[in-house]
C-alpha cells in the first residue's frame, strides 16, 4: 500500500511523504527531484541495561511478542505493581484506547504490548523493556532489526523528555552496536520495496491471478509477498463452482471485492476461503444479496458478552468481519440497519473485553495506593479503635500494640511489599508516639510476664484495656 501510494498518490499542488530516514534514498531513485526535511529527535534517548521486572521504574512498556507472553508478564506485575494496561494488534480500535487511556490516566504504571505499541501510539512512556527480541513475522521466527528496535524503542520520551530502553526477564542484553545504533538512530538504509501490480486483468479468473503474479520494472522494487486477499483467490478458484460463476468481467471484479474481506478471525486460510466462497455465493445468485436470515444468524452468534478474554477477542474478531461486510452497500438489502447492529455489538463486546483485562490484569486495592503514594505528599489513612488501618479508604491490616498485620488477603493476591510501604508511612506517626508513651510510663505500668512478654496496663496511651506486645 506504502509503494502504491509512493508510485501514484499525488497531491494538487504539493505531496507530502513522511517516513524514516532510512527511506531518504529509495524515494530519491524512485522520485527524481523529490526535496527532502529532517526533523531530528528532540530528547535523548539512552540504553539502560537489563533490568528484572520486579525493578523497571514507573512510566515503563514492556514489549513481547506473543499474546501468553504479554498476558503471563502482565500477572506478574499485577502482583508486584498493583497492574497493567494491555495493548494488543488482535484488540478492536476501542478496547485499545481504553486500554491506553487506563495508563495514560495514571490509574497504572506499566503497559504490556506487542510490537503494536510502535504503530502511531503516542504515550507517556519513560522506559521500554524488551521481554524479547525475537518475533514470529507470519512466516518464520527472526530477530528484530536494529530500526524495528528503534521503531519500538522510540516510544520512550517525548518532546523535549528524554528516554531509555534496555531489556528484562529472559532477553540478552544488548551488544554495543545495536546499542549505538539506536542511540544515534544510525541504521541502513531500506534497499527494496515490496510493490503489487495494480492494473489487474478481470477478463478472466486466470488473467487476474496472472495478473497479481506480475512482477516490478524498476530495480528498488521487488514483488510483495501474497497477502490475505491473494492465498483468499488462489484457494477459492480451486473450487469448481467458483470457477464456474466468474467467468464474465463482472463476475470476476466480484470475486476480488469479497477477496478483500480481511481475514480479523485468523483461524485458517482455508476457513476463511470458504467464507469469502459462501458471501460470493450468495451475491451471485438470483437475488445478489446475501439473505438477511443467514446474516443475522452469523451476527447473533458474536452477539454475546459472557465469557473469558480469548472468547471475548474472538467475537469481536467476528464482528469486524460483519460491520466490513455490511459496509458494502450493495450486498445486503439494508446495509445501514446492519451497520448500526454490528457496531453496536463490536462496541459492548469492545467494552467488555476492556472490563474483562481490568479485572485481570489490575488489582484496584494495589493501584490506588501506589497511585497515591506516587501522586500526594502524605496518604489519607485511619487507624480504627479495634486496630483496623485502613490506607486510601482501602483496608490494608491491623495493628496490634507494636505489631502491624498485614491483610492475608492483600498478602496472598497481591503485592505485599507495596502495602507494607503504604502502610509504613501512616503508621510511622503512630507507632513513634506510641513508643514515647511507653517510655514515659511509669514503672508500675509496665510488668514482664513468664514468657518474657511485656504486658502495658496504659490505657489512656495505647487505646487498649490492655495490650500484649514483643
Not at 529509495?26 to 521486572?53: C, H, M, T, V
Not at 492494473?199 to 501474497?226: I, N, Q, V, Y
Request: charged share 25%.
Amino acid at each position: 500500500m506504502f509503494t502504491d501510494r509512493l508510485l501514484h498518490a499525488r497531491g494538487r499542488s504539493e505531496t507530502l511523504l513522511l517516513g524514516a530516514q532510512t527511506m531518504r534514498q529509495a524515494i530519491a531513485d524512485l522520485i527524481p527531484g523529490a526535496n527532502f526535511i529532517s526533523r531530528p529527535r528532540l530528547s535523548k534517548l539512552s540504553y539502560s541495561g537489563q533490568k528484572k521486572l520486579t525493578r523497571l521504574p514507573q512510566r515503563t512498556a514492556i514489549v513481547a511478542f506473543s499474546a501468553a507472553e504479554v498476558y503471563s508478564i502482565a500477572e506478574l506485575v499485577r502482583r508486584q505493581r498493583g497492574g497493567a494496561a494491555v495493548v494488543l494488534g488482535a484488540l478492536s480500535p476501542r478496547t485499545r484506547n481504553a486500554q491506553v487511556a487506563l495508563y495514560q490516566s495514571g490509574d497504572v504504571d506499566y503497559l504490556l504490548a506487542t510490537d503494536a505499541i510502535g504503530m502511531g501510539l503516542n504515550l507517556d512512556v519513560d522506559h521500554v523493556a524488551f521481554s524479547a527480541t525475537r518475533k514470529f513475522d507470519g512466516q518464520t521466527h527472526r530477530n528484530l532489526t536494529p530500526a524495528e528496535l528503534s521503531q519500538i524503542a522510540g516510544r520512550a520520551g517525548r518532546h523535549m523528555n528524554d528516554g531509555t530502553f534496555g531489556v528484562t526477564g529472559t532477553a540478552d542484553p544488548f551488544d554495543s552496536d545495536t546499542i549505538e545504533r539506536l542511540e544515534t538512530h544510525n541504521f541502513d538504509g531500506v534497499r527494496m520495496l515490496q510493490w503489487r501490480n495494480r492494473e489487474l486483468d478481470f477478463r478472466t479468473l486466470e488473467g487476474l491471478k496472472h495478473s497479481l503474479r506480475a512482477t516490478p520494472g524498476l530495480a528498488r522494487l521487488t514483488r510483495a509477498r501474497a497477502a490475505d486477499d491473494v492465498i483468499a483467490l488462489e484457494t477459492v478458484s480451486a473450487d469448481r463452482e467458483i470457477s464456474r460463476l466468474a467467468v464474465a468481467p463482472a463476475a470476476v471484479v466480484k470475486l476480488w471485492e469479497v477477496c478483500q474481506i480481511p481475514d480479523y478471525r485468523k483461524i485458517s486460510g482455508q476457513s476463511h476461503a470458504e467464507l469469502v466462497a459462501s458471501i460470493y455465493t450468495y451475491l451471485m445468485g438470483s437475488e445478489e444479496r446475501i439473505p438477511e436470515d443467514w446474516f443475522s444468524k452469523q451476527v447473533a452468534l458474536a452477539d454475546r458478552t459472557d465469557g473469558d478474554i480469548d472468547t471475548l477477542a474472538n467475537r469481536i474478531a467476528h464482528i469486524r468481519t460483519w460491520t466490513f461486510v455490511s459496509n458494502r452497500s450493495t450486498w445486503l438489502k439494508d446495509p445501514e440497519h446492519w451497520q448500526g447492529k454490528t457496531r453496536e455489538i463490536e462496541d459492548r463486546l469492545s467494552d467488555a473485553l476492556h472490563e474483562q483485562l481490568t479485572q485481570r490484569f489490575v488489582d484496584p486495592r494495589t493501584s490506588a495506593l501506589m497511585k497515591g503514594m506516587r501522586d500526594k505528599d502524605e496518604l489519607t489513612a485511619e487507624i480504627a479503635a479495634d486496630g483496623a488501618i485502613h490506607v486510601e479508604n482501602h483496608f490494608v491490616g491491623r495493628l496490634q500494640g507494636f505489631r502491624f498485620q498485614l491483610d492475608p488477603e492483600a498478602a496472598e493476591g497481591v503485592n505485599g511489599k507495596a502495602m507494607r510501604n503504604a502502610a509504613a508511612q501512616v503508621l510511622g506517626r503512630e507507632l513513634g508516639m506510641r513508643a514515647r508513651r511507653v517510655a514515659a510510663a511509669q514503672a508500675d505500668a509496665l510488668q514482664l510476664a513468664r514468657h518474657g512478654r511485656i504486658l502495658c496496663a496504659v490505657r489512656k496511651s495505647l487505646r487498649s484495656k490492655r495490650r500484649t506486645m514483643r
